[in-house]
């Protein structure tokens, strides 16, 4: 997300993440993927959602 001009916010614990683009001030929300490291459909497609909110891709 760094790559695409987003900043991760701070947390108030758990595995909630939850990432700013300080040019178009899209949010996006996702939680962090345990146990392991393989993020779940929906997450992706909320990324992917985010990315093309603040004009980062098409």
Not at 18 to 43: C, L, Q, R
């Given at each position: 997300?760094?790559?695409?001009?987003f900043?991760?916010?701070?947390?108030?614990?758990?595995?909630?993440?939850?990432?700013?683009?300080?040019?178009?001030?899209?949010?996006?929300?996702?939680?962090?993927?345990?146990?392991?490291?393989?993020?779940?459909?929906?997450?992706?497609?909320?990324?992917?959602?985010?990315?093309?909110?603040?004009?980062?891709?098409?």
């Amino acid at each position: 997300m760094s790559l695409f001009g987003f900043k991760l916010l701070k947390s108030k614990g758990g595995s909630s993440r939850k990432f700013w683009h300080e040019k178009s001030g899209v949010k996006v929300f996702i939680h962090e993927p345990h146990p392991g490291n393989i993020i779940k459909g929906y997450a992706q497609e909320n990324l992917i959602e985010g990315l093309r909110n603040a004009g980062e891709i098409n």
